[in-house]
């Protein structure tokens, strides 16, 4: 049983590949590579993105969240270019997830930037820890 | 705390709630002042008129509207369910044109595999190696080609194998019938009149061999040294079963012709007569022959039938590929739906957030305190008891003719919505 958190997080992957209005394949094989990372299958993952007819929910944790809002840095950055409609989408989840908006510019950026150099996931939360 | 760890600081909800409460509460409390002290001022001036009273409470009605669109604050109060239902229902939105984008996607690439299953339909028939087959180009015209000769051979092989086993196994020769010995042209006839049995050997031989025919065609279809072997031994059988027939009649004529002098009837003398060979050659080669152009012909069957089979399965799956087809867009259309409902909603609640809401709950607080200083006023001023009770009855029946005027004597009525009309 995928989660209503799982499921809004690849909705949320969706939107953001699609958010250039140009589905790159680059950004659909990352959706289905995070898909697999989350032990969610293709057929699975295709239910979701189908079947939209659930609420949608945010994480409760930081690292979560950092996780999610990372995942959505990769994807803006699949294709290798950064549009500036997938930059207002990434700011918007950042507010969507709770972080002080003062704060958004910032935290969005330093997400794209370690997105760029492709900085695993667990470094990036111990860099945090630091 | 490290800069880094301020970036992901989050906001902290309760606080703020807690502060923007205590905020209102105060407001409140000295609106609701006011509005007394605005009702007992005005009574007191107009000493309780029931008619002035209907106009300062319309008054009230239309300030306290014309505050309520103003107080962004209040508004934003307001509004905060209806905007956070559009929030919730362009989310909606969003994912079910997620889902139709999906399934339009989809519906394009079974599309292309239909154009291209269609093209490989006709392509087959031009390039078939293409496609894996190893086919002829040309397959129809050769197989009748093929066709046209083997018939002629195949009537020439009943013939000539009815005449032969009826000489060898049934004729009595008579030195008149010499000229005939091999190919006698009323063999079945003849059989047939010495019993029906006869009839039948004679009409059904020639077909064990168009049979070992058959089974060296099938033989060499799987190419391995084992269906070589196979052929070769048909071939002998069929050589020496020949040869059996050849010698039969060869002896049969040699009984007739033979003087007492004669050597007995044997191999050698059988190989040196011309008949012997004249019948091998005659009958062996010719099946040889028949078996070549038989194998030839179903090769060349198969072929097509192979081009049948590719472009039968490229139309079965056509036909599951429109199948898909159809069911994608039976999904589609109650997204579509839903997508036209749920915009439909936006647009709805859009006009209420650009509009503005009155609140009934609020505005009846301020009411009852501008009624109480009304009233109170009433009770201070006027000593007669008559009178008191007249002015104050008289003005209950105006507060609530004007609370029915505004639609708002009912408590459960929560706000009025102000929408902005296009």
Request: glycine share 4%.
């Amino acid at each position: 049983m995928i989660s209503t958190e799982l499921k809004s997080h690849f909705l949320r992957l969706y939107q953001m590949a699609f958010s250039d209005d140009n589905f790159d394949v680059l950004e659909m094989q990352m959706l289905y590579r995070f898909a697999e990372e989350r032990g969610v299958t293709k057929d699975q993952l295709d239910s979701i993105l189908l079947n939209p007819s659930h609420n949608t929910s945010v994480p409760e944790g930081l690292e979560e969240k950092i996780e999610y809002l990372y995942d959505l840095a990769l994807m803006i950055w699949a294709d290798n270019i950064v549009t500036e409609d997938e930059r207002i989408t990434l700011r918007k989840y950042c507010i969507k997830f709770g972080f002080l908006e003062e704060n958004i510019e910032e935290l969005s950026e330093f997400l794209l930037s370690h997105a760029k150099e492709q900085l695993p996931k667990h470094k990036l939360i111990e860099l945090l820890k630091e | 705390m490290s800069p880094l760890r301020k970036i992901f600081t989050l906001k902290n909800k309760e606080s703020k709630k807690e502060n923007s409460k205590v905020n209102i509460e105060e407001d409140v409390k000295s609106i609701k002042l006011t509005f007394f002290e605005s009702g007992y001022g005005s009574s007191k001036q107009a000493e309780g008129d029931s008619r002035i009273f209907k106009a300062c409470l319309e008054n009230v009605y239309m300030d306290y509207k014309g505050k309520c669109r103003e107080n962004e604050n209040l508004q934003k109060e307001l509004k905060a369910p209806y905007i956070n239902e559009k929030g919730r229902v362009e989310t909606e939105l969003k994912k079910r044109k997620t889902a139709l984008g999906l399934l339009e996607e989809s519906i394009i690439n079974v599309e292309q595999k239909i154009i291209s299953l269609r093209n490989d339909m006709v392509e087959v028939r031009r390039v078939p190696e293409k496609f894996g087959l190893d086919v002829d180009k040309k397959p129809k015209a050769q197989f009748y080609l093929g066709l046209a000769v083997l018939i002629p051979i195949t009537f020439y092989l009943l013939v000539f194998y009815m005449s032969a086993s009826f000489s060898a196994f049934f004729k009595n020769f008579d030195t008149d019938e010499l000229s005939a010995a091999i190919f006698d042209g009323n063999a079945l006839t003849k059989a047939i009149r010495d019993g029906w049995l006869e009839g039948v050997f004679v009409a059904t031989i020639p077909f064990a061999f168009m049979g070992l025919g058959y089974l060296v065609h099938m033989f060499l279809k799987h190419k391995s040294w084992l269906s070589y072997v196979k052929v070769t031994l048909l071939f002998a059988i069929t050589f020496i079963f020949d040869a059996i027939l050849a010698y039969q009649i060869e002896n049969k004529i040699y009984e007739i012709q033979k003087t007492p002098d004669s050597p007995a009837f044997d191999l050698y003398i059988a190989f040196s007569s011309v008949e012997f060979w004249g019948i091998i050659f005659a009958g062996f080669v010719v099946y040889i022959i028949w078996g070549l152009v038989f194998d030839f012909i179903m090769k060349e069957y198969e072929n097509f039938d192979k081009i049948k089979t590719f472009i039968s399965g490229k139309r079965d799956d056509i036909k599951n590929s429109e199948l898909n087809i159809s069911k994608l867009i039976q999904k589609i259309n109650p997204i579509k739906e839903e997508i036209v409902g749920l915009e439909g909603k936006i647009v709805d609640l859009q006009r209420t957030i650009d509009g503005f809401v009155f609140s009934n709950k609020h505005y009846l607080t301020y009411h009852a305190e501008y009624v109480k200083g009304w009233f109170l006023a009433i009770a201070d001023n006027f000593d007669s008891l008559k009178r008191r009770e007249e002015l104050l009855s008289s003005c209950q029946e105006e507060e609530l003719k004007h609370l029915k005027e505004h639609d708002i004597d009912n408590e459960d009525y929560e706000g009025r919505l102000y929408k902005v009309v296009n």
